[in-house]
């Protein structure tokens, strides 16, 4: 399986590490997220049913990341791909999560 990311869902990614790296001391929380997130896609490519389902209706599925952010994701089965279109910060606020 390949893993595809829509441009919104690599903003918000690129948004939470850069937000990481400008306001603390170290970088070391961002490489920890991006390590996780490497990790967790991996895990996704070799099992794609693994996130909980979120959305019946479109087959979203989630997985849960260091607590606070999860990843959005979808199968594209005909074309064995994983498209992942969204990456939220789990404390934000769950209306604005349109997509579900």
Known sequence: MRIVWTSDAKSEYRQTLRFWMQNNDTDKYAV?????????????????????IVSERNKYRRIVILRSYSLYYTLLEESNTIVVFAFKDNRSDPKKLTFL
């Open 32 to 52: 920890v997220i991006a390590g996780q997130v490497k990790s967790y896609l991996n895990t996704i490519k070799k099992y794609p049913d693994l996130g909980r």
